[in-house]
């Protein structure tokens, strides 16, 4: 099964929640944990057994394991294949981007099923020309992985890129439509999706309403929970395309562990509030 159909298997399942696998420092320590690698590899773990098979998405935060040098990597890696084949889809977010034969190692790294680090599909970043991407989407295409492209991020420098305009239209817009172009035709819906931040600013909600994010591919949104945005935002913004909308969280079910239990009932809560919207 491709990604984007894989997505919506797990999406009807559990819920359309993302939940984020990000070890901070500040998070380590609430979890009474040091900030070393022992502290990383039982917050790893303890993420597996709480969300593995029970939730659509799992998003380990790659940063926050490289801090830890080769043995950081060891435990993620260690968590990816841990996580894959429960029922739920491994989305790495290591936001890669680059060109020529370099982009074509990252995907071969993170896409390729045999390799070491596989996910189900990654993040990365269309800011060297959309074209560059290539080879990450021909090679999850072979491995029916998907990729996820930063096109609305919702910190505040961003929209010195996003917004900017060429052709008559936003990278972003340009962004969402060659997405959308890669995803023509695909049933349920296509393996190549977005990245839009649930609290984008209204010059963004504006291309939200001319129906710009009907891309027919999942769209990550970030931001849900903590970092402020809500069920209204999300209910505001991707209405029409609400079967497609993955919103991600982190923070705002981390903080209930390092208990298991009281962290697979904080998943459901997400679960139940995005679902009843």
């Known amino acids: 099964m491709s990604f984007g159909s894989r997505a919506h298997v ?23 944990l040091e900030d070393d690698i022992e502290g990383l590899d039982r917050f790893a773990s303890t993420c597996v057994e709480a969300f593995a098979g029970r939730v ?6 790659s940063a926050f394991f490289e801090r830890f040098g080769a043995r950081g990597v060891v435990v993620l890696e260690r968590t990816i294949e841990d996580l894959r084949h429960t029922g739920s889809l491994v989305v790495l977010d290591v936001k890669r981007g ?17 390799a070491p680090m596989a996910a189900d599909a990654i993040t990365v970043s269309p800011f060297l020309g959309f074209g560059s ?8 295409e072979k491995n029916d992985a998907g990729v996820f492209v930063l096109a609305l ?11 900017a305009v060429r052709d008559g239209r936003t990278v972003a817009e340009s962004v969402l439509a060659q997405l959308a172009e890669l995803n023509a035709g695909a049933t349920p819906m296509g393996s190549f999706g977005a990245v839009v931040g649930a609290t984008i600013d209204e010059a963004a909600a504006r ?9 027919n591919g999942p769209l990550l949104v970030p931001g849900y929970g903590a970092q402020g945005g809500t069920v209204d935002d999300i209910r505001r913004l991707f209405g029409d395309v609400m079967d497609q909308v993955v919103p991600s969280t982190s923070r705002g079910v981390l903080s209930a562990g390092p208990d298991v239990s009281a962290l697979r009932d904080a998943a459901a809560r997400v679960n139940a509030e995005l679902v009843g919207s």
């Open 207 to 215: 291309l939200v309403a001319s129906g710009g994010l009907a891309i």
């Open 153 to 163: 991020t919702s910190n505040p420098e961003g929209p010195d890129v996003q917004h």
């Open 10 to 32: 797990a999406m009807q399942a559990y819920g359309p929640a993302c939940i984020g696998i990000d070890p901070h420092p500040s998070l380590l320590e609430q979890w009474g």
């Open 98 to 114: 680059d060109i020529g034969s370099t982009a074509q190692a990252y995907a071969d790294a993170y896409l390729d099923d045999d």
């Open 56 to 61: 659509a998405f799992v998003k380990p935060q």
């Open 133 to 140: 991407l290539a080879p990450f989407f021909e090679v999850a």
